[in-house]
């Protein structure tokens, strides 16, 4: 199992330890797997009914190759996903349950911080401890979070000895549980800081650090790393598994998008052999995804603040992953294509003799949705099952509704909990959803200490550091 950088024209292939504690290659792409490793029929009948940590050690197995050994690997992801760091519902890590006819919901935000970012950075940090411990070594990563990512990695990391964490979060943005959820973790190794501006300028902070020679080393854990993209593949397997009468029937599912992230793991998926039909990629008003999937045009749209603001992105950073792959795996080709997006803000697959049909060709259909169809399809749910959404599922299961009848299983991704979107559920039910007793009173236990004020400007972020931390 070997991967390659999206932009490298040598073709030097690395190993999953190589790219494990790496964001972007040093050529500036991504890293994508050389092949995909097949999953046969006979391995996926022999999962059916299995317990997620075996579905998830046979399928990581397979994207890890021998980086880490069986045994290992089989005990980080039992360690990973067991009680008390999720809440198990019926014994399930990512439990499916029926919403409709043909219409199904499985829930990934059971892990200690309620999104489905979780499922990857529980496992990402067991896995970066093995691999700073085999090579001697200490890490120190620093990134950039509108509000989920922060804290499912600082939990994730809190503790860890050989790996320092310094999150930059917007001061104004996030919402008060999820800022809560941060500063609970602040202290030992992990440094939150509050920057005087927006998510923009956090990552822009983040780039222009690292871009500095004496900051180079310091490491990633955004959605573009690999460990993450490898890591949410097991979970579709899991929710085809529980989803299906038959093994080999086609299943869709329908995956919130805004990084393209999480519906580039269900890909790999499909690609490994799982028997998926379409990935319909929901997006808000932020529809960049959306219109690239309608047109073939990748255009950067600046991003407005929505009601599911963890998708609420200017680009996605993830699908040059599948541009590489449209673009039959030519780095030269892939360069080009990325240069013209990132000088002129759009890029159209047209000027690469290719049409939009090719996404449908590869699988991939799209949707969007407003506020209001959030909020309708949050009623909606509500009064026809009793089940309570977060809205950034509902922007899924809203665009599952509006395709109408469905022909084969359809199973919308469930990537928050309600409890962390309390307004906009009390804006569309008149109540907020019962807290799960490790969220009670969250914001009143903040600490006025837990993070430092710093101003969007780069040299103070380095003084900071070089003082600090380095
Ligand atoms: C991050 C996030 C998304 C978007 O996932 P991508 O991998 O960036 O496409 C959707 N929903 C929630 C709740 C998230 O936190």
Redesign the pocket.
């Known amino acids: 199992m070997k991967l390659v950088s999206t932009r490298d024209a040598n073709g030097s292939a690395l190993s999953y330890s190589d790219v494990l504690l790496a964001g972007l290659a040093p050529d500036g792409g991504l890293y994508v797997p050389e092949s995909y490793p097949q999953f046969m029929h006979e391995e996926l009948s022999a999962l059916k009914g299995m317990p997620y940590a075996a579905i998830a050690s046979a399928v990581k197995q397979k994207l890890v190759g021998d980086a880490i050994p069986q045994g290992v690997l089989r005990s980080m992801i039992e360690d990973a996903y067991r009680t008390p760091t999720f809440e198990l519902e019926n014994g399930e890590v990512t439990p499916v349950t029926e919403i409709g006819d043909n219409l199904y919901l499985q829930n990934l935000s059971l892990g200690p911080t309620a ?3 979780d499922m990857a950075m529980q496992l990402l940090g067991r896995e970066m401890e093995y691999e700073l411990a085999r090579k001697g070594e200490s890490l120190v990563i620093l990134g950039a979070t509108s ?3 922060g804290s499912a990695a600082e939990a994730a990391l809190s503790g860890l000895e050989s790996v320092t964490l310094i999150m930059l979060s917007p001061e104004v943005g996030m919402s008060a549980f999820q800022r809560a959820q941060m500063g609970q973790l602040s202290g030992g190794n992990i440094h939150n800081l509050s920057i005087r501006g927006r998510f923009d300028d956090c990552q822009d902070l983040v780039k222009a650090v690292k871009g500095d020679p004496a900051f180079a080393h310091l490491g990633a854990v955004n ?1 573009i790393n690999w460990g993450r993209i490898s890591s949410q593949v097991p979970y579709y397997f899991s929710g085809y598994l529980q989803a299906v009468k038959e093994i080999g029937d086609p299943v869709d599912f329908v ?9 580039f793991s269900g890909y790999v998926a499909k690609r490994m052999g799982l028997p998926i039909r379409n990935l319909i990629i929901a997006t808000n008003e932020n529809d960049v995804l959306h219109r690239l999937m309608q047109t073939g045009v990748y255009a950067q749209k600046e991003a407005t603040i929505t009601s ?1 603001p ?2 609420d ?1 200017s680009k ?1 950073s ?1 699908y040059e992953r599948l541009a590489f792959e449209l673009l039959d795996c030519d780095p030269k080709k892939l360069a080009e294509y990325m240069q013209t997006f990132n000088q002129t803000g759009a890029v159209s697959l047209a000027d690469f003799g290719l049409t939009p049909a090719i996404f449908a060709h590869a699988g991939f259909e799209s949707g969007a949705s407003s506020h209001a169809e959030r909020v309708a399809t949050i009623k909606r749910l509500y009064e026809e099952r009793g089940v309570v959404i ?1 809205p ?1 599922t509902a922007d899924g299961v809203g665009v599952a509704y509006s395709r109408g009848k469905r022909d084969v299983p359809t199973v919308c991704l469930a ?2 909990l309600p409890v962390k979107f309390e307004d906009t559920i009390r804006e569309a039910l008149g109540v907020v959803p019962e807290r799960p007793a490790r969220f009670v009173n969250l914001e009143d236990n903040l600490r006025p200490d837990s993070f430092t004020v710093l101003d969007a400007d780069v040299e103070g972020l380095k003084a900071y550091l070089r003082e600090r931390i380095i």
């Open positions: 999104s489905f970012k509000g989920d990512t959605s995956v919130p998008s805004g990084n393209f992230g999480n519906v599911s963890s998708m992105i996605a993830n977060d950034h990537t928050a």
